[in-house]
């Protein structure tokens, strides 16, 4: 039997079309949770929305978290068709695997702003509505490669690891509006994110 302990909270899910956001989607949503999906592709956040279902617990929404304008209107889409937010899923994010010596600077931004910035934007607006609602949760997905470096892999990394010292802090500057604030580091898992799905190694919801 499904357990509903979360009926009644809104959770917003960044990177939700597809791969650990959609399986992260569905999970809350399995506990009572009502969910907003956002992903860079209109298609594949309307098959994730169809899929997840039902309609009247699920919202989906395109946005780019590297642009700050965009976070704002996906947690004014989440805050208004639901009534508020308690739950951040900081998911989206991209890969640029090649050495340092042939990365480009659009790469370096490409990855940093989405892993790192965008996570730093997600949160920062998501926090006043979190205060409204008494607390919350933020959980973020970083990667062993934010503890672990290899070759080809340097923005990838560098990212992670400042996504995890990032929640560090961040923790300790909400605990006490009773908002957690965690991370999770996964290793290889087997959804597109360099896997067949990719092209030339770069890799994004």
Partial sequence: MTTTFLDGKV?????????????????????GASVVITGLHE??????????GPPERVGAVRADVRDLGQVRAALEY??????????????????????VADMTPDDWHAVID?????VFYCCREALPHLRRRGGGWIVNLSSLAGRNAFPKAAAYCASKAGLNAFSEALMQEVRYDNIRVSYV?????DTAFGGPGSADGDWKL
Avoid at 80 to 95: E, H, M, S, Y
């Fill in 11 to 31: 959770a917003l899910v960044t990177g939700g079309s597809r791969g650990i956001g959609e399986a992260v989607a569905a999970a809350l949503l399995g506990r």
């Fill in 43 to 52: 298609d594949r956040l309307e098959r994730a929305r169809l899929r997840l």
């Fill in 78 to 99: 989440t805050v208004g068709r639901f009534g508020g937010l308690d739950i951040l899923v900081n998911n989206a994010g991209v890969g640029r695997f090649v050495e």
């Fill in 114 to 118: 989405t892993n790192l910035t965008g």
């Fill in 185 to 189: 580091m996964p290793g290889s898992v």
